[in-house]
């Protein structure tokens, strides 16, 4: 009886590890700032998580399939750039869908070279990292590009407005991901991606297209980083060609911190939207504290560490395992 | 074949403006152009003020922030046997060796924009550029008087938005604005420092979160308009008015938000100035005029009161 009880709390503990972990933090920030758990604070870290966020579901699907993506930082400083410098020559209206076509072809050189092609995902989108980065500012000529008429364009309902109370942001990240959850865990599709980045092999001999899963993979994420950068470029009308600089990197740790293996096969979107609020809150909680910057860097990494290392050791069911 | 005859061709060249004293061959290697509007703008007007004076033969190159392509740039420019080198420096301490390889060959370095480390001073001839500590120092002005024409300046709170941790700009110009406003204010106090890392959607995170921490914010000061357009962009989100809001090298964002009644001031800082003074420094050096060895350009306060002297910045 007692051992059934044991192994019943080290199930739930093995599943919700990180979840634990956000909660731990959760409650430490909120004993240590009064401020941390007010209706304004925490709608304004979901806002601003949102970007990282809707980039990080995306990722998700990709790192799933077993592969990387780290082109998503400069293909949002690319996707921005583009939209705001079309809002003020075609208008808003065409300027959003031509965005995100042209986005969406980056994706697909992406998934061609990586699904097709068969080459390295981690050379491929390092060198498209660069390659766009060079293409949005190319395109801008190394200008910010900002909205003329600030006031009067509708086009900032995306990053400013708020429905019911809600700031739109938020409700399209969680309606975005509410979406792919259901893509990931409940469609053939969704099985698919996990069965590829599982065991490939395996996967071939189902009779499932490898190459076509992932050049797809690479489309939703494309899709994603649009949807970033129209939110970004709505929320501040305006931009600078670095603005997604180093996001990447952000993306990863929260799809990483979610749970999802880098080496493919596991990982949910749910947890991945855990991953992207403890990043989130983190950041926003250090700076209520006050804690002096130079400090926060340490600091932000080694709570990553540490939700990383909770996670693992709940679903191994110890805290301490060395290699072999 | 093709290389050779264009190096007899320069060293032809060189060899006659020796001869008559008139042409001046300038080698410049800037940082990174096209990565922001400043640097676009500054290498336009300083192509332009090349082609427009007769006695300037101008080299320019362009390190694309590589700090090992800067390097390389520095030797085919000694290579070249160019008259001077104006160089904006990728990073500070790293292209120390590289500048006194070209102090050692006799060939006058001007720094624009940032300066090198201290290490290699003895290797460079002036530096042309911004002072930002006065810049820093001017905000604080700026911010000062506007409180005490509000009559605030003994209750005054502050908080302050800097540039990227580490970089010299920020540093200089954090140190300018904390040192001067006590010294101009006392009273009043700055009650969080924060990096918004020159970007804007960062600068507006931060500001966020001051807004939720502290219910009482009479002045923000940021290291630059882009970040102060970021944290003006939050407060009104939040619905935070008669927030006093400075910055620094006024971006033409920060002068519309200005003409708009929403943004204090700033510093002007033009990149056609900075351009041209270092021309001018280099010209000056060669010219044997006597040059100090921080030859800054001026940077004048700009608020809504005297905007209409300005022209709006191109970036």
Redesign the interface.
């Known amino acids: 009886m007692a051992t059934l009880t044991k192994q019943k709390i080290g199930g739930i503990l093995a599943r919700q590890g990180i979840l634990i972990a956000f909660a731990i933090f959760m409650i430490a920030f909120t004993l240590a700032s009064a401020k941390f758990l007010s209706v304004d604070n925490v709608f304004s870290v979901v806002r601003s998580s949102a970007i990282l966020g809707v980039m990080a579901l995306g990722v998700t699907f990709v790192v799933i399939s077993g592969n990387l993506d780290l082109s998503v930082g400069s293909m949002m400083s690319f996707s921005t750039i583009v939209v705001l410098d079309l809002h003020d020559k075609i208008g808003p209206a065409l300027a959003i869908p031509a965005m995100f076509a042209m986005t969406l072809c980056l994706g697909a050189i992406i998934g061609f070279l990586v699904g097709y092609l068969r080459l390295n995902s981690l050379i491929v989108t390092l060198g498209m990292l660069s390659a766009i980065h060079g293409l949005t500012l190319t395109y801008s000529g190394g200008q910010n590009m900002d909205i003329a008429d600030k006031e009067g364009t509708w086009f900032s309902v995306f990053g400013q407005g708020s429905a019911l109370g809600i700031p739109v942001p938020i409700l399209i990240f969680v309606g975005l991901a509410a979406f792919l959850g259901v893509v990931l865990a409940r469609t053939p599709f969704g099985r698919k991606v996990y069965a590829v980045g599982g065991n490939g092999t395996a996967a071939t001999f189902s009779g499932i297209r490898r190459a076509r899963i992932v050049f797809q993979c690479y489309l939703i994420s494309s899709a994603c980083v649009a949807t970033a950068g129209l939110i970004q470029a709505s929320r501040s009308l305006g931009s600078q060609n670095t603005v997604g600089q180093g996001l990447e990197l952000e993306v990863l740790a929260a799809v990483i911190l979610g749970g999802a293996s880098l080496l493919g096969g596991s990982g949910t979107i749910f947890k991945t939207v855990i991953g992207v609020l403890i990043l989130g809150f983190i950041q926003n909680g250090l700076l209520l504290l006050g804690l002096q910057f130079y400090v926060q860097f340490v600091v932000t990494w080694v709570i990553i560490i540490l939700a990383v290392w909770l996670d693992i050791a709940a679903k191994r069911g110890k805290l301490l395992s060395p290699i072999a | 074949m093709k290389i050779r005859t264009a190096l007899v061709a320069s060293t032809a060249v060189f060899l006659a403006g020796a001869a008559s004293a008139e042409t001046m061959k300038i080698g410049i290697t800037q940082n990174n152009?096209?990565?922001?509007?400043y640097?676009?703008t500054y290498e336009k007007a300083f192509i332009a003020a090349a082609e427009a004076n007769a006695d300037v033969e101008a080299v320019v190159l362009d390190a694309g922030g590589d700090v090992a392509r800067q390097i390389a740039q520095m030797e085919d420019l000694i290579q070249q046997e160019v008259d001077a080198i104006i160089i904006w420096p990728t990073n500070g301490e790293a292209v120390i060796p590289a500048v006194r390889k070209a102090h050692q060959a006799g060939i006058p370095v001007i720094v624009t924009n940032s300066n090198i480390a201290e290490a290699g001073f003895d290797f460079v001839k002036s530096f042309s550029g911004p002072d930002n500590i006065t810049q820093g120092a001017r905000s604080a002005e700026i911010m000062c008087d506007k409180f005490k024409e509000m009559g605030i300046e003994n209750e005054a709170q502050v908080v302050h938005i800097t540039g990227q941790?580490g970089y010299t700009t920020a540093i200089e110009r954090a140190k300018g604005f904390e040192d001067r406003l006590p010294e101009v204010c006392p009273n009043v106090t700055v009650v969080?420092?924060?990096?918004g890392d020159w970007?804007?959607?960062k600068s507006?995170?931060?500001m966020?979160?001051f807004l939720?921490?502290y219910d009482d914010i009479d002045g923000v000061y940021a290291g630059d308009d882009?970040m102060g357009?970021?944290a003006l962009?939050a407060a009104k989100?939040?619905g935070r008015e008669g927030i006093i809001f400075v910055g620094a090298t006024n971006?033409?964002?920060g002068y519309e938000a200005m003409g708009a009644g929403e943004y204090w001031g700033s510093i002007y800082q033009s990149p056609v100035d900075d351009a041209e003074a270092a021309l001018k420094t280099a010209i000056d050096v060669l010219e044997g005029k006597d040059v100090p060895f921080l030859n800054y350009f001026d940077t004048p306060k700009i608020t809504q009161d005297n905007m209409g002297d300005f022209t709006k910045p191109v970036?």
């Not at chain 2, 152009?33 to 509007?37: H, I, L």
């Not at chain 2, 969080?192 to 990096?195: C, E, I």
């Open positions: 152009v096209g990565v922001d509007s640097q676009t941790p969080d420092t924060q990096p970007n804007r959607e507006q995170q931060v966020e979160a939720v921490k882009n357009v970021g962009n989100a939040a971006f033409a964002v970036f």
